[in-house]
């Protein structure tokens, strides 16, 4: 597995080995061991399996309690996928990380607590998998606007997103509860 730093070190790009063979392919996922020497905890709670169609945006997500790291990848399709550093005390405070997630790279993410994260379908659907690190609790979730200016998103969009009422009714980063 190799570990890929980012413009803010804190999120990383997973390229798993792959071996593949006219039966198919195998990788590994999750390595605890692997993982927790990269800097990646090795405590999740709660598996997450999502599809959607095309132009769906989903994001950007948080929660201010019991906030979640969370290990994303794609097993069908392909999405443009985002961190928002949402800690107020960081170095990195309101900078962006984006990379492709698909099923053909198999490139996972790692998205840490204090982020603002989503993703955006680019493919005819994608189904997208996480780990978190605890448990989904929506009356401390937060969203932050997909599309707030001071962020600077170049998402790769073809026509309006579809976007879930919660999403688009989203705050800027001005105006959103952060992390210390």
């Given at each position: 597995?190799?570990?890929?730093?980012?413009?803010?070190?804190?999120?990383?790009?997973?390229?798993?080995?792959?071996?593949?063979?006219?039966?198919?392919?195998?990788?590994?996922?999750?390595?605890?061991?692997?993982?927790?020497?990269?800097?990646?905890?090795?405590?999740?709670?709660?598996?997450?399996?999502?599809?959607?169609?095309?132009?769906?945006?989903?994001?950007?997500?948080?929660?201010?309690?019991?906030?979640?790291?969370?290990?994303?990848?794609?097993?069908?399709?392909?999405?443009?996928?985002?961190?928002?550093d949402?800690?107020?005390?960081?170095?990195?405070?309101?900078?962006?990380?984006?990379?492709?997630?698909?099923?053909?790279?198999?490139?996972?993410?790692?998205?840490?607590?204090?982020?603002?994260?989503?993703?955006?379908?680019?493919?005819?659907?994608a189904?997208?998998?996480?780990?978190?690190?605890?448990?989904?609790?929506?009356?401390?979730?937060?969203?932050?606007?997909?599309?707030?200016?001071?962020?600077?998103?170049?998402w790769?969009?073809?026509?309006?997103?579809?976007?879930?009422?919660?999403?688009?009714?989203?705050?800027?980063?001005?105006?959103?509860?952060?992390?210390?």
């Amino acid at each position: 597995m190799k570990f890929i730093p980012t413009a803010i070190p804190d999120v990383i790009v997973l390229e798993p080995k792959v071996f593949s063979d006219a039966r198919g392919f195998f990788m590994e996922s999750w390595n605890t061991r692997a993982f927790f020497q990269a800097g990646i905890p090795g405590h999740f709670v709660q598996d997450n399996h999502s599809r959607s169609a095309k132009g769906v945006l989903r994001g950007l997500h948080y929660q201010i309690k019991q906030p979640q790291g969370k290990l994303v990848r794609v097993i069908a399709g392909e999405i443009f996928d985002v961190a928002v550093d949402i800690r107020k005390s960081s170095p990195t405070f309101g900078k962006v990380v984006t990379v492709s997630l698909s099923a053909e790279n198999r490139k996972m993410l790692w998205v840490p607590i204090g982020f603002a994260h989503g993703f955006y379908v680019t493919s005819d659907h994608a189904e997208v998998l996480y780990k978190t690190t605890d448990f989904y609790a929506p009356e401390h979730e937060r969203v932050l606007l997909w599309n707030d200016p001071a962020l600077a998103v170049r998402w790769p969009l073809h026509g309006n997103p579809l976007l879930a009422a919660r999403d688009a009714a989203g705050k800027v980063l001005g105006d959103i509860e952060l992390f210390p």
